[in-house]
């Protein structure tokens, strides 16, 4: 605390904020490396092979600062350089000269190269960084090594650090490990990512980290994805709200150095993204808790979703909200295993998509032991459509849910069609995909077994109800006299 008493509010972007008053004693962007965080935009003229602009007005410019006039640079592209001296005034003289005559183009500042030596120098030295809040208009992609410990900004609200991407360019930000060894424990927080639908992959990559966490970050108006996480390891993704992206939200990927393995996303708000909100491919043990996800995909179109898991096994969905999620499904689950979908609520109606929860395949590779429990389907489309060709059974797992529409398979609750009894000695499985209550009646000689396998405990019991477990045997022993049975779905 005693840090605290060394700063005044001035000097941070949020007073009430500790951890900026802590910060502040990192490196500035703005302070230590001219970075303007202005969104200011005049006019201005300037000849080519000068580097004498004439403003028509003087507006914030400051010396050292990065600036930029359209159509100035070679062959008319956008010139970007830095003010030597001028500022104040209406003439600045710049560090580079003009390859092109302009009269009245567009002048702004530019701090890409500030943001760039800024993140640079954390870089070289592993230290801490915070940005104060602004807009900071960004021309070129901008990179970091991982070796970092942490960038923070001042918010995602209206007073919030803005990085806004003001050129065409693959994407604002890269943080990237090596390409044969993570790079660990560093953060990135209170940022927002604006693509200004001028990104062309996404607006951040996170790339080859572990043990990083993304916080309440904003993803949007990417020309692709919000934001990429590839070959990233046991990662958090805490409040990153990630929408009006062209394809995803969040996709999670793989690199040469490793699959985006077992991490969590966490309360994030992933919306209004034109293919899918978050896509998890070929990356095992990534969890989702606590999502706001809705108004995601394409009417119509089936490459389209909520939240798809493709060739990626032992992930979740749990506690989340799906709502208007168009396309295929609010929850895709593709030739991935051990997936599960727990204590939801999801609100699909039919003109939107034809189901709530997909398990579809593609080739031979089927999805194996998906669990569906405890969600609430609350729209009219069918619930659950398992397109999946199998040679194990049983292959998903469906208990307590609620419906208010239609669902496939039925629903688990009330009486089902018996499978056949079973010869005497012969154990039978529940295939059923829930749990059931088996009331067994009649026959001579009835000893009902039950076992994890095919190889089943009697249980002493000639008749009676037993519970049978979604995969679970049941047998009936050596009768002589067959029995009959009920099945019930619980």
Same mark, same amino acid.
């Given at each position: ?33 001219? &970075? $303007? +965080? ?9 000849? =080519? !092979?000068?580097?004498? #602009? /004439? %403003? @028509? *007005? ?15 640079? &070679? $062959? +008319? ?9 001028? =500022? !104040?005034?209406?003439? #600045? /003289? %710049? @560090? *580079? ?15 890409? &190269? ?135 939200g969040l996709y999670l990927s793989t690199t040469t150095l490793s699959d985006s393995n077992n991490n969590l996303i966490l309360a994030c708000p992933v919306g209004g993204n034109t293919q899918g909100g978050i896509y998890i491919d070929h990356s095992d043990g990534n969890h989702i808790i606590n999502g706001d996800i809705g108004n995601n995909g394409t009417s119509g179109n089936d490459a389209t979703g909520g939240v798809i ?182």
């Open positions: 605390m005693g840090l605290i008493t060394l700063h005044t509010a001035s000097r941070v972007a949020n007073p009430s904020d500790v951890a900026l008053h802590e910060l502040d004693l990192a490196v500035n962007a703005v302070r230590d490396y001219n &970075a $303007s +965080g202005s969104a200011v935009s005049t006019t201005g003229s300037i000849s =080519a !092979g000068s580097a004498v #602009l /004439t %403003l @028509a *007005a003087a507006e914030d410019f400051k010396n050292g600062q990065g600036i930029s006039i359209a159509e100035a640079g &070679a $062959s +008319g592209a956008l010139l970007v350089t830095s003010i030597v001296s001028g =500022a !104040g005034t209406t003439s #600045l /003289t %710049l @560090a *580079a000269s003009a390859s092109m005559t302009v009269t009245g183009a567009i002048v702004q500042h530019d701090d890409t &190269a500030a943001w760039q030596a800024f993140l640079t120098y954390l870089d070289t030295n592993r230290l801490a960084g915070v940005v104060p809040y602004g807009t900071y208009l960004i021309t070129t992609p901008l990179a970091s090594t991982g070796k970092l410990t942490k960038v923070q900004g001042s918010g995602t609200g209206a007073s919030g650090t803005i990085l806004h991407a003001n050129a065409p360019m693959a994407q604002i930000l890269t943080v990237s490990g090596g390409t044969s060894s993570f790079e660990y424990s560093g953060k990135v927080s209170d940022i927002i990512f604006d693509g200004n639908s001028k990104t062309t992959v996404a607006n951040f990559i996170a790339k080859n980290l572990a043990w990083w966490k993304f916080e309440n970050l904003w993803m949007g108006n990417s020309g692709k994805d919000g934001m990429q996480v590839l070959g990233c390891e046991s990662c958090l993704l805490e409040r990153v709200y990630a929408t009006t992206s062209v394809r995803y898991f493709n060739f990626s096994n032992n992930g979740s969905i749990e506690d989340s909200w799906m709502e208007s999620n168009a396309g295929y499904a609010s929850v895709i689950v593709i030739n991935s295993s051990n997936t599960i979908i727990r204590a939801n609520n999801i609100y699909t109606v039919s003109t939107e998509s034809p189901t709530d929860i997909n398990l579809t395949q593609g080739g031979t590779t089927a999805s194996y032991n998906t669990v569906i429990e405890d969600n609430r389907f609350l729209g009219t489309t069918t619930n659950i459509i398992d397109e999946t060709t199998h040679t194990v059974a049983p292959h998903v797992f469906i208990n307590r849910n609620y419906s208010s529409g239609p669902t496939v398979p039925s629903s688990a609750a009330g009486i089902q069609t018996a499978p056949t009894v079973p010869a005497a000695n012969t154990a039978i499985q529940n295939t059923f995909g829930f749990d059931c209550y088996v009331v067994v009646s009649g026959g001579t000689g009835v000893d009902i077994g039950l076992g994890q396998t095919s190889t089943t405990t009697a249980t002493g019991l000639a008749s009676g109800a037993v519970i049978v477990r979604s995969g679970q045997y049941i047998s009936l022993g050596g009768y002589s006299v067959t029995p009959t049975w009920v099945w019930i779905g619980i």
